[in-house]
């Protein structure tokens, strides 16, 4: 399957926006989904996964009640909507699908994705 995130750019302190994940090729609905974020300098990171039907989540504790990841089947898409953004969430994000047997898994590991989207740019100004 072939990833294309969209939906970064610059926003202040408090902001929102709202990132999204277009698949293309095969079965999406196959696929549990999560976004990761690198900043300069440090480690690829999970921001929040999503099992294959959206009905289990996972958020990392520092974007917890912040953002919400959903995704829609029949449009081959996920997204990740990001309220109350700081500057520390300034950030490339990728989106990422893991091939899932179990449609209740999600997966919080890079390790566990075998697809990755190119990356969006998400800048926060203070």
């Known amino acids: 399957v072939q990833l294309q995130a969209s939906g970064g750019g610059l926003v202040q302190a408090g902001g929102s926006l709202r990132l999204s994940c277009e698949a293309f090729g095969r079965t999406f609905s196959s696929y549990a989904m999560g976004w990761f974020r690198q900043a300069p300098g440090k480690e690829r990171d999970i921001v929040a996964a999503i099992s294959r039907t959206g009905y289990r989540t996972y958020y990392a504790d520092s974007v917890e009640g912040r953002f919400t990841i959903s995704r829609d089947n029949s449009k081959n898409a996920l997204y990740l909507q990001m309220n109350s953004l700081s500057p520390d969430d300034t950030a490339v994000y990728y989106c990422?699908?893991?091939?899932?047997?179990?449609?209740?898994?999600?997966?919080?590991?890079?390790?566990?994705?075998?697809?990755w989207g190119q990356g969006t740019l998400v800048t926060v100004s203070s």
């Open positions: 990422a699908g893991g091939f899932a047997l179990d449609s209740g898994r999600v997966f919080s590991q890079i390790r566990d994705y075998d697809y």
